[in-house]
């Protein structure tokens, strides 16, 4: 196969695979979707003020591992799309499970989320809830889906078929403003499993992370092991970052870490997963 055929049949399979979503969210009239403002969570949300305008609320929850600015990111998105948007706090910390960190905090979040969630669809009289997980994350160590499942959270984005890459060309090919999102995840996945997670280390990772993309980094995590920071960017922003290593050094040190170091494998999706 050539390679006009071969781009006009992903063409083809991406159209079917959002066509199928689009009746997905059409088997009800109202439908509550878990909204991050990531670019998963966007995307479903923009299909579905599509196929069900106001008939879609989304919810966004607060919890203390939610960066600012993905806060503010989420409401400017919602706004964008003109849907109903509730911010609803949510405090995981107060469970001492979640807090001591277990290799299924994933899975105790999140059926925490759903329960609070699915209080918030009974209270709007709505029948189904939605999150933005795809087939891609199944690539990965995710206990959360499994207790989502449970918990009867639906997967649209997953049961449509879609995959990130797809999510990300459909979403360049409608023109949407937020096609190229980095990834981002809950800060407390910056906490390696078995170390209690503390406002004061998710305060850490976060004013950190908001250094680094200042300094126009595109995707940034820092990792956070008692007072050591283990610094993950994309590989072709290495060297960039070794070049200004006495400013990273020396703010990184302000904001409370005795020990900064640079991974030399560079940014990866699951790298606190490695060790289970």
Request: charged content about 35%.
């Amino acid at each position: 196969m050539k390679g006009g055929e071969e781009l006009t049949v992903r063409l083809e399979e991406r159209a079917e695979k959002l066509n199928r979503l689009k009746e997905i969210l059409h088997e009800d009239e109202r439908i509550l979707i878990a909204f991050s403002g990531g670019l998963d969570s966007s995307f479903l949300a923009w299909v579905a003020a599509e196929v069900l305008g106001d008939g879609a609320l989304l919810v966004t929850l607060d919890s203390e591992a939610m960066p600012r600015s993905e806060l503010l990111e989420a409401e400017k998105i919602a706004r964008s799309l003109g849907l109903r948007h509730r911010i609803v706090g949510s405090r995981i910390l107060e469970s001492e499970d979640i807090a001591d960190n277990p290799p299924d905090r994933c899975a105790l979040c999140k059926r925490a989320d759903a329960n609070t969630l699915k209080r918030i669809a009974e209270e709007e009289g709505i029948g189904r809830v939605a999150d933005g997980v795809n087939l891609s994350d199944y690539d990965d160590y995710r206990p959360g889906i499994r207790a989502s499942d449970e918990e009867g959270i639906i997967h649209p984005l997953a049961e449509a078929g879609l995959a990130k890459p797809d999510i990300r060309a459909l979403a360049r090919e409608m023109g949407l403003p937020f096609w190229d999102k980095p990834p981002m995840a809950c800060l407390a996945s910056r906490i390696p499993y078995g170390e209690r997670i503390t406002p004061d280390n998710l305060r850490m990772v976060e004013e950190a992370e908001d250094f680094l993309l200042g300094l126009g980094l595109r995707t940034v995590r820092v990792r956070v092991s008692g007072r050591t920071a283990r610094i993950e960017v994309e590989e072709t922003d290495l060297d960039r970052v070794l070049g200004m290593r006495e400013e990273v050094a020396r703010e990184l040190h302000r904001i409370g870490f005795s020990y900064i170091c640079l991974d030399l494998e560079g940014y990866r999706t699951g790298s606190a997963n490695e060790v289970l």
